[in-house]
């Protein structure tokens, strides 16, 4: 974990980097906070704190008695919604950067067109 | 979130002679929660705890556990475990004697848990207390501490001499634990980047007063250094609380608190570079007293 920002925060973007990749299916059972906080070393009430975070945003669900569920449609959400963070995340500082270093427009579009885009 | 108070303390003051230790401490702990107590060498904290256990007289204010005064009150004592640096034991004693003697004095003790905790500490049973090792003996501890269950748990710089093998596996049969069973748990320490994420709240002591009451998660990321030139920096820090200042050339580093998402981007639009603090570098930022001695001289 890292020690500079908000754990439940940083719990709350593992899980959702575990749906996107695909490691946690939808309607799959998510481990409890406990394991959570075992496993990260972390208070449980900080785990549970992440994991609520997401029941809010509707990306997991609870099942009474049974435990958290990742919600149907969850990775698909997740898509939209990081590609709306991508430009302020990625693309803002790749400018600045840029715009440090003197480098062009057309010369930063040459660059992608080299690494190609997937 | 807010839960029962156990602890209630409230103008709390120890003098000893010419010495606060303890000056005009208000506080509340909330039940099942661990807490860090955290400040330097001679800050108050030992005191403190020896002041809610009852083990120290306060020369004012008022201290309620559980809604009672804790001196010589069995009915409070008997659910409080307090974990020293120094504790003392009977010269005679061996290190089974101190297990076998631990249930007299704690109505939680789980015999099976400390059998378990013993042999992940490999405490050696057989031998005299006082032919221990430091860290052997701080295993002691943190073993009675862990399987007298007590639903107040204070645990004073448990640490001391402990490897970092055995220091993790305290921490991770203490979350293991606490899970099961929760309770509340004080845990005074010098290593903070080590203890922060088992932390739900922390208290900050420095000579005598507490001055910082927080939640943990709240803490985190509450403070930002501001890197960059310095006209630049000292004209964006101009009115704000400034916890560390250090400068080298034309460069200024500059610590601040509470910094809004649109500070981040006007200070980000000012070509100034922004790091998180951790909180350990929060704590010796406001234990340190050096920011103002800065402040006056520049």
Redesign the interface.
């Known amino acids: 974990?890292d020690?500079?920002?908000?754990?439940?925060v940083q719990i709350a973007e593992q899980i959702k980097n575990d749906i996107l990749a695909g490691r946690m299916a939808e309607e799959s059972q998510v481990p409890s906070t406990?394991e959570f906080?075992?496993f990260?070393?972390?208070?449980?009430?900080?785990a549970l704190?992440g994991v609520g975070r997401l029941v809010e945003e509707g990306i997991l669900y609870k099942k009474r008695g049974i435990g958290m569920f990742v919600a149907p449609g969850a990775r698909q959400r997740l898509i939209t919604q990081r590609r709306e963070q991508f430009q302020a995340e990625y693309l803002r500082p790749l400018l600045?950067e840029a715009s440090k270093l003197g480098i062009s427009s057309q010369q930063l579009a040459e660059m992608i067109a080299k690494e190609g885009v997937r | 979130m807010t839960g029962t108070p156990v602890i209630q303390v409230d103008g709390l003051t120890k003098r000893f002679g010419q010495v606060t230790a303890v000056n005009n401490v208000t506080l509340s702990v909330t039940e099942n929660k661990i807490y860090g107590l955290l400040g330097r060498n001679g800050a108050g904290k030992t005191t403190l705890m020896q002041l809610l256990t009852g083990q120290e007289f306060a020369t004012s204010g008022s201290i309620r556990v559980w809604g009672e005064h804790p001196v010589e009150n069995a009915h409070v004592l008997s659910r409080v475990s307090f974990i020293k640096e120094s504790q003392k034991y009977p010269d005679d004693f061996k290190v089974k004697h101190v297990f076998r003697s631990a249930p007299w004095f704690f109505a939680g003790w789980d015999a099976d848990f400390a059998a378990r905790l013993i042999e992940d500490f490999r405490v050696p049973l057989d031998r005299r207390v006082k032919k221990l090792s430091r860290g052997q003996l701080s295993a002691i501890g943190v073993i009675a501490g862990l399987a007298s269950r007590a639903p107040i748990t204070f645990f004073d710089e448990p640490y001391l001499g402990l490897d970092a093998v055995a220091r993790q596996t305290f921490y991770d049969r203490l979350l293991a634990d606490y899970a099961e069973y929760p309770r509340t748990v004080i845990l005074s320490t010098h290593l903070i980047d080590e203890v922060s994420a088992l932390l739900e709240h922390v208290l900050v002591i420095d000579e005598g007063r507490i001055l910082i009451d927080e939640d943990a998660e709240t803490l985190r990321g509450s403070a930002t250094t501001i890197v960059g030139a310095r006209a630049a920096v000292d004209g964006f820090v101009a009115d704000r609380d400034v916890l560390h200042r250090s400068g080298l050339g034309g460069l200024s580093t500059v610590t601040v608190t509470g910094l809004s998402e649109s500070d981040r981007a006007a200070a980000a639009a000012a070509g100034l570079e922004l790091a998180p603090v951790s909180l350990q570098q929060l704590v010796v930022d406001r234990t340190s007293g050096i920011p103002t001695e800065l402040e006056q001289s520049a």
Do not use: V
């Not at chain 1, 020690?3 to 439940?8: A, G, L």
């Open positions: 974990m020690e500079s920002r908000p754990i439940f406990n906080a075992a990260y070393r972390i208070n449980p009430a900080t704190k600045a």
